[in-house]
């Protein structure tokens, strides 16, 4: 009788071992199929932020060519070359302001995108279930040793 605990040991061990591995194996496939809809849920996010700052990049430039226009129809009908002097500048100066509101746009953009960014350093568990395989495996051989 005293010769079948060391046996019974060594098959709970084993069978202790088995689970640990086989839970593993289904936090690793649930970190899997987790990972995956993330990374769904991000690329769909990124697509709509591309397609809103496309259309806010289109309704700015429509926008400024509204103004330039508007803008030099006032100075033409004033008797004013909308290309020389001030009103040079005021055409220079109103183009300036969209590229300006552009770059500000543009690094509101990359900014929401890396926000969107999640971390690489996250963690699935798959190392601690070997741990504990491995801790299980050491009391078995402590048992079968003593």
Same mark, same amino acid.
């Given at each position: 009788m005293?010769?079948?605990?060391?046996?019974?040991t060594?098959?709970?061990?084993?069978a202790?071992?088995?689970?640990t591995?086989?839970q593993? =194996?289904?936090? !690793? @496939?649930?970190?899997? $199929?987790?990972? &995956? *809809?993330? %990374? +769904?849920?991000? /690329?769909a996010?990124?697509?709509?932020?591309a397609?809103?700052?496309a259309?806010?990049?289109r309704?700015?430039?429509?926008?400024?060519?509204?103004?330039?226009a508007s803008?030099?129809?006032?100075?033409a009908?004033?008797?004013v070359?909308?290309? =020389?002097?001030? !009103? @040079?500048?005021i055409? $220079?100066?109103l &183009? *300036?302001? %969209? +590229?300006?509101? /552009?770059?500000?746009?543009?690094?509101?953009?990359?900014?929401?995108?890396?926000?969107?960014?999640?971390?690489?350093l996250?963690?699935?568990?798959?190392?601690?279930?070997?741990?504990r395989?491995?801790?299980?495996?050491?009391?078995?051989?402590?048992?079968l040793?003593e």
């Amino acid at each position: 009788m005293a010769q079948l605990a060391p046996i019974a040991t060594l098959i709970g061990t084993g069978a202790s071992l088995y689970g640990t591995v086989r839970q593993g =194996q289904a936090q !690793a @496939a649930q970190a899997k $199929a987790q990972s &995956q *809809q993330e %990374a +769904a849920t991000l /690329a769909a996010r990124q697509q709509q932020l591309a397609a809103q700052q496309a259309t806010d990049t289109r309704e700015r430039e429509a926008a400024l060519e509204r103004t330039m226009a508007s803008t030099r129809a006032r100075l033409a009908a004033a008797g004013v070359s909308p290309d =020389q002097g001030s !009103a @040079a500048a005021i055409t $220079a100066g109103l &183009q *300036q302001d %969209a +590229a300006e509101a /552009a770059a500000d746009s543009a690094d509101r953009f990359d900014a929401r995108m890396a926000a969107g960014r999640s971390s690489l350093l996250n963690a699935d568990g798959s190392l601690t279930t070997w741990l504990r395989a491995g801790n299980s495996f050491g009391g078995a051989l402590r048992s079968l040793l003593e």
